[in-house]
């Protein structure tokens, strides 16, 4: 599966941003510590190493996803210059009370009345930037939209008086480059998928599932992983929840959705979908379609451009 877009509002928002990063001191970038590189967008990231800001890396829903792999990930991140990487719900009053000094220490040459410490928060959609606005202001402010129709692109808001956050749209990147990417985020809600490819999601999450977590699928579904693959997992599940269609045959429509919905609400178990050294093997063996690997064709007239 391929995913690939670029609506306008978000070309709008990478404008906007590209504006902005040259007026903020730290960047605040949200990920989902279930696939922190997968949601991690190229396009942020290289905004803000080329205007040399700081960073820290908030890797959120860290309820959900495997202890094992956000201590894995922090490393990761911790090893990367600029960058400091923290694992927290931002669900939990406790976990983003933590936020306001970390931002502080990345840029201590700001955070007075005077010179408040400008952050811009970013991400892609539904990793949890509203949700840790709202927690940091310990109030409800209104969104800034991922949706076309929400004109809003920006907002800021003085946290005390010492720190100004920049509220940034969910942005997403033109074309994901690794197709598991594009899938892993499906699986975690980050993007919209219809129906069909709910079921082409379902069985890349179930497969990945008997690799890194049988044991979790078979305590939720009493299923033997032993020997099934992907779909089996799906037409199982539709076999032990007695979902059928009609006429008597699986509802394997209703099996993806309840394997993903099983996924997404943590009522499997905490899982990660990658980790630092799946993401090595990962591109060692990625082969780049022919569109990316040939080099384009330059015409002589075009040499000099
Ligand atoms: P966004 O602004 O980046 O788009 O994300 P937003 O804050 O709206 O959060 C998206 C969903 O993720 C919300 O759930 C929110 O409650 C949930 N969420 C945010 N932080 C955490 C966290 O630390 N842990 C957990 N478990 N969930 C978190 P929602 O509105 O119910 O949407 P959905 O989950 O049905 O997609």
């Known amino acids: 599966m391929s995913i690939q877009w670029f609506p306008g509002h978000m ?3 990478r404008k906007k941003a590209a504006e902005s990063m040259e007026k903020v001191d730290l960047v605040i970038e949200v990920l989902d510590a279930r696939v922190p590189q997968a949601s ?3 396009m942020i990231e290289s905004l803000r190493r080329a205007r040399q800001r700081p960073c820290l890396k908030i890797l959120n829903k860290s309820d959900l996803a495997d202890p094992d792999a956000t201590r894995d990930w922090l490393a990761h991140y911790g090893a990367q210059p600029q960058v400091h990487a923290v694992a927290l719900s931002c669900r939990k009053p ?3 009370a933590k936020v306001p000094t970390l931002c502080l220490k990345l840029a201590p040459h700001r955070g007075t009345v005077l010179k408040p410490l400008r952050v811009m928060i970013m991400g ?4 949890g930037k509203s949700t840790l606005m709202n927690a940091l202001l310990k109030k409800r402010v209104a969104k800034v939209g991922d949706e076309p129709a929400v004109t809003k ?3 800021r808001l003085f946290l005390g008086n010492n720190i100004v956050l920049i509220d940034t749209p969910g942005m997403m990147w033109p074309k994901i480059e690794h197709p598991t990417d594009g899938l892993m985020l499906a699986a975690s809600h980050a993007i919209g998928v219809n129906a069909i490819i709910e079921e082409e999601v379902a069985v890349f999450l179930a497969e990945t599932l008997l690799q890194r977590y049988p044991q979790l ?3 939720r579904y009493g299923l033997r992983p032993e020997g099934t693959d992907g779909v089996g997992v799906v037409e199982a599940i539709a076999a032990r929840r007695g979902f059928r269609l009609r006429g008597g045959d699986p509802d394997l429509e209703k099996a993806a959705h309840t394997l993903l919905q099983d996924y997404r609400s943590g009522a499997l178990g905490r899982i990660s979908l990658e980790t630092p050294a799946s993401r ?3 591109l ?3 082969v780049p379609p022919p569109s990316l690997a040939e080099p384009q064709e330059v015409g002589e007239d075009d040499e000099s451009t």
């Open 94 to 96: 406790a976990d983003v």
């Open 153 to 155: 692109t920006q907002q």
């Open 280 to 282: 090595v093997e990962l």
């Open 40 to 42: 991690s967008n190229p």
């Open 284 to 286: 060692a063996t990625y």
């Open 217 to 219: 699928l078979a305590a």
């Open 124 to 127: 892609i959609p539904n990793v």
């Open 11 to 13: 070309n709008a928002a």
